[in-house]
């Protein structure tokens, strides 16, 4: 299910120099402003969950989460390129796997990471927040990969419809609204973060049994559901 050259391709075209800057921009950011906090409140808990959680798990996560999946297929199906890895004797499940699998790699490493190293450097690690919102942040990661991966798939506006997605149902609706927490890929993640953290330290709408079955729901669903797309994918000069 995994192909190398497939994966070289992904890897090159992700950290191509445009995408490569946004990547590197947003966990710079909340590097400088996770340091800028603990500058001025000292190693404070509750400055740390609402920076992690507001900022980094809320904003940034699915930001980069569109970047990666999106830009894993959407561009080689928007330029025709495609064509050209589809022509090979490869199965398109195994090419959706594959970039998936970049996807994750990339998402993990530019959101995960950076949110992990946050928390040490907001307090420490205190009450395991630093290790909560690095979990949440790595498995909402791998969710985000396989549903804008999907996003790049069907439709060719998947950039736009995953920012719209990631800024307004996940940062806003998902935090404003009660009914929509519960289909919120942020509360799922938030539910391990809530069993990781110090009691009372962090909180989720969601338990973390329907946490986990969403998440593991939303990426094996998409996932499959890109694989059927790609089966019966027509570029624009087959139409």
Known sequence: MYHPTVARLTYKG??????????????????????????????DDSAATSVLGGFALAAMVPVIGVIAGTGAIGSEIDDGSIVYLLAKPLKRPSIIFTKLLVAIGVSVLFSAVPTFIAGFILNGNSQQIAVAFGVAAAVASVAYSALFLLLGVVTRHAVVV???????????????????????????????????AGEGTVSSDVGLTAGVIGLVAVTVVATWFAGQRLRVLKLAGEE
Not at 14 to 34: E, N, W
Not at 182 to 190: C, E, F, G, I, K
């Open 14 to 43: 992700l950290l191509g120099r445009r995408r490569a800057l946004i990547l590197f921009a947003l966990p710079l950011l909340l590097i400088v402003i996770s340091a800028a906090v603990r500058a001025l409140s000292g190693a």
């Open 162 to 196: 995953g920012l719209v997605y990631a800024l307004v149902w996940e940062a806003l609706i998902g935090n404003l609204v009660p009914g929509a927490r519960a289909l919120s890929v942020q509360q799922w993640a938030l539910s391990l973060a809530q069993r990781i």
